[in-house]
T-cell receptor
Framework: DAGVTQSPTHLIKTRGQQVTLRCSPK?????VSWYQQALGQGPQFIFQ???????QRGNFPDRFSGHQFPNYSSELNVNALLLGDSALYLC????????????FGPGTRLTVL | QQQVKQSPQSLIVQKGGISIINCAYE??????FPWYQQFPGKGPALLIA?????SEKKEGRFTISFNKSAKQFSLHIMDSQPGDSATYFC??????????????FGGGTRVLVKP
C-alpha cells in the first residue's frame, strides 16, 4: 500500500518564475492538504482539496493555487516566485469522513534564487 | 486564536531518560491533537494522537497527557533512545469535517538523545 508520494523531490527556480508541485494521496484517501514548512519552523497550512474543490484556505496569497483531479491526486502551483517561497512543501492526505489522521508525503524542497 | 505554542525549542536528554514536550492552545474548537516526528529531509510522521475525551493515551514508549481545562497537552518519551533524535511537532485541528480538518502546528522541538 503506497503512502503519499510527491514529485519532484527537489526544485530550483529563480524569482518571478512559476512552479508546479505534484502529490498522489495514500490509497483510499479523498482529501489532500498542502503545507509550507520554512526551515526550522512548523508546517503552515496552505489549502485543502476535496471533491476537486478548495474547501479551506490558510493565510497565503493568490499566487498559491491548486487543483485536485478525479483520481484524488493534486497539484500546487505558485506564480511569481519570491525568495521567501523557498521551503519544504508538504502534501498530506486523509479520508474526510474518516479518523482525522493525516499522512504526510516526503515533501518537495523548493529553492528560489 | 489559531496558535499552538510549543516548548521547549530544543531538548537534550541522556539515553534512557525521559523527554517531555509541552503544547498550549487557545482555540476551544480544537478537537484532535496529534504529535508528529520529523527527521531531517523527511515529511512528518504521525506518532500518537489524542482527543479531549481522555486525559492520557499511551503507545509503547510514547504518552500524551491532556488537560482540557488548562488547554494544554504534552508528549512524554520514556526510555529515550538515540534513534528518537528528531524534531517533534504538536498539532491541533477542529472536528468540522464538512469544512475540512486543517492542522495548526506548534513551532517544533528538536530532541537530541545522547548515548
Amino acid at each position: 500500500d503506497a503512502g503519499v508520494t510527491q514529485s519532484p523531490t527537489h526544485l530550483i527556480k529563480t524569482r518571478g518564475q512559476q512552479v508546479t508541485l505534484r502529490c498522489s494521496p495514500k490509497s483510499g484517501h479523498d482529501t489532500v492538504s498542502w503545507y509550507q514548512q520554512a526551515l526550522g519552523q512548523g508546517p503552515q497550512f496552505i489549502f485543502q482539496y476535496y471533491e476537486e474543490e478548495e474547501r479551506q484556505r490558510g493565510n497565503f496569497p493568490d499566487r498559491f493555487s491548486g487543483h485536485q483531479f478525479p483520481n484524488y491526486s493534486s497539484e500546487l502551483n505558485v506564480n511569481a516566485l519570491l525568495l521567501g517561497d523557498s521551503a519544504l512543501y508538504l502534501c498530506a492526505s486523509t479520508l474526510l469522513m474518516g479518523t482525522d489522521t493525516q499522512y504526510f508525503g516526503p515533501g518537495t524542497r523548493l529553492t528560489v534564487l | 486564536q489559531q496558535q499552538v505554542k510549543q516548548s521547549p525549542q530544543s531538548l537534550i536528554v541522556q539515553k534512557g531518560g525521559i523527554s517531555i514536550i509541552n503544547c498550549a492552545y487557545e482555540n476551544t474548537a480544537f478537537d484532535y491533537f496529534p504529535w508528529y516526528q520529523q527527521f531531517p529531509g523527511k515529511g512528518p510522521a504521525l506518532l500518537i494522537a489524542i482527543r479531549p475525551d481522555v486525559s492520557e493515551k499511551k503507545e509503547g514508549r510514547f504518552t500524551i497527557s491532556f488537560n482540557k481545562s488548562a488547554k494544554q497537552f504534552s508528549l512524554h518519551i520514556m526510555d529515550s533512545q538515540p534513534g528518537d533524535s528528531a524534531t517533534y511537532f504538536c498539532a491541533a485541528s477542529p472536528r468540522i469535517k464538512a469544512a475540512g480538518n486543517k492542522l495548526t502546528f506548534g513551532g517544533g522541538t528538536r530532541v537530541l538523545v545522547k548515548p
